[in-house]
């Protein structure tokens, strides 16, 4: 079966490194427009194809007082304003099957959630729309079991499927990468390692003001994404932010924008590498 497909500019399954990256979730217009063209600028000179991603809701925050976003009318229109602006494909997620068509009119790959990968309506739902979908693998999914979402999307008519690994569950707060499930879901589908989620310690940060907040390990995205690309995947994906102190989500484990550049030098370093070698 052939994986290969296009977003845009960006050929996924197609042996080139390309990179997911933008904020968490839609701080307003303003800040989406200028992560994106800051990171449009990055990635043109190091020549990596390139998706913006942001949230426009976070449906799943730890606390009922966390900053959530925009909301579907308005992050649709944020998305599509980045996507024409900057001209870069454009990647957001997807919570409830009714809100597949409304998104999918303004980006070109639909989300699917980690804790919402075996939702068998939202995955038909998205896959109906024709748009790419990048599945996340669930924290409590074995990498194998995720032959059962690539197939609801593929029996829904859409071949054009990757998956996201973003760790697992180690007993509490705590995430760990098998750099063995990049392998095994590449069987299935071209796969992209997720370097900021797989930092994250959910729900870890103490609270602020009564609202709990997730911690993280940033320092390690660069060591986990270099062993991901080494290891074969498609893709990087990175939440970057301007100040990830002040971010309003994700925070903790955002890759800072003023690193990305060093960082992304180092993924080609290692996927050219690993590509002459083989």
């Known amino acids: 079966m052939n994986t290969e497909f296009e977003i845009g500019n960006v050929h996924v399954g197609s042996g080139k490194l ?3 990256a933008g904020p968490c979730v839609i701080e307003s217009e303003a800040h989406a427009l200028k ?36 909301g579907v009318k308005e992050g649709a229109r944020i998305l599509r304003k980045v996507a024409e602006t900057v001209r870069v494909p454009v990647l957001t997620d997807i919570h409830e099957p009714e809100q597949a068509e409304p998104i999918a009119e303004a980006v070109d790959v639909l989300q699917i959630p980690a ?13 109906k729309t024709g748009r790419a979908i990048n599945v996340k693998k669930g924290q409590f999914v074995a990498p194998w079991d995720m032959r059962h979402a690539v ?20 007993g509490y707060n705590n995430l760990v990468v098998d750099m063995r499930s990049l392998a095994i879901m590449r069987k299935l589908a071209p ?16 609270s602020d003001n009564g609202t709990q907040q997730s911690g993280g390990q940033p320092e390690f995205i660069p060591v986990l994404s270099r062993a991901a690309v080494a290891a074969g995947v498609d893709g990087v994906f990175m939440e970057v932010h301007d100040n990830p102190a002040a971010a309003k989500s994700d925070g ?12 992304l030098q180092q993924l080609m370093a290692v996927h050219a590498a690993v590509t002459t070698v083989t």
Do not use: W, Y
């Open 35 to 70: 992560m994106a063209e800051a990171i449009a600028a990055v990635v043109r000179d190091l020549k990596v194809p390139f998706i913006f991603k942001a949230s426009f809701d976070k449906a799943n925050r730890t606390s009922l007082k966390s900053f959530r976003g925009p």
């Open 151 to 170: 197939g609801k999307i593929r029996d829904s008519s859409n071949d054009r499927v990757f998956l996201t690994e973003r760790g697992s569950s180690f």
């Open 252 to 263: 903790a484990n955002a890759l800072p924008l003023s690193e990305l550049k060093t960082t």
């Open 191 to 206: 796969v992209v390692f997720d370097a900021t989620h797989s930092v994250q310690l959910p729900s870890a940060g103490g």
């Open 18 to 20: 390309f990179v997911i």
């Open 115 to 127: 804790f919402l990968c075996r939702q068998t309506d939202l995955l038909v739902a998205a896959a």
